[in-house]
């Protein structure tokens, strides 16, 4: 939802910092690899139960995931191998946040959590798995009210304030809706359509 509303508004905006800042030196691909680098740190951090730093780790590294296509787009290297590299790092970084919080409930004991982050874990990544499934037979999927960007938000939230029951029971709800709204939306697309 908010990747839809935004698109790539925020580059008139990034366009003349990025070309008068050393980001300029670096390829997007090196952006989206430090993304993942402070992702895993945070995914440390949370296994620690240090989780107010998490949190602004998350947001950091987010920022980077924001700067990688912003900076492809302003230095004119944007390709289709790049969207590709940068889709596969966000499933780990989304992974290695959510596999921290397994470990940290399980070393808890608390088995309902362990379940709850595992069911979470599917969702994400049957979100981007039906995307580009549903891609190859349509000319677009990215519709959804959980996309990547409101759940890098939400576990932000939930690490800060302390609110990660509530945040993962949205989240283990809302990733499944959003993954049967792009099969419905799929279906629907699809519908007298030659195959």
């Known amino acids: 939802m908010l990747s839809k509303k935004l698109g ?4 008139s905006t990034l366009c003349p910092i990025i070309k008068r800042s050393p980001l300029s030196k670096l390829s997007p691909t090196a952006l989206t690899l430090t993304g ?16 107010k730093t998490a949190a602004l780790l998350i947001l950091f590294a987010g920022l980077f995931d924001i700067l990688d296509g912003a900076t492809a787009r302003t230095m004119e290297t944007v ?3 790049g969207g ?5 790092v ?7 946040i959510l596999i921290a919080f397994i470990i940290y409930y399980a070393r808890q004991n608390d088995i309902f959590m362990v379940c709850l982050c595992s069911i979470t874990s599917i969702g994400c990544i049957l979100i981007p798995y039906t995307r580009a499934r549903a891609e190859t037979i349509i000319a677009s999927c ?8 409101e759940r890098i938000l939400l576990i932000a939230a939930g690490c800060y304030f302390d609110l990660m ?4 029971l949205i989240l283990a709800v809302l990733t499944h809706i959003t993954v049967l709204q792009r099969i419905y939306y799929t279906w629907q697309k699809t519908q007298n359509k030659p195959t």
């Open 36 to 51: 993942l680098f402070i992702n895993l740190v945070a995914s440390g951090v949370i296994i620690v139960g240090a989780w």
């Open 90 to 96: 966000d499933r780990y970084s989304d992974m290695a």
């Open 165 to 168: 029951k509530p945040v993962l």
């Open 8 to 11: 790539h508004r925020l580059d």
């Open 84 to 88: 590709f590299i940068d889709s596969v």
């Open 142 to 149: 990215n519709i959804g009210i959980m996309e990547r960007a």
């Open 79 to 81: 390709s289709s191998f």
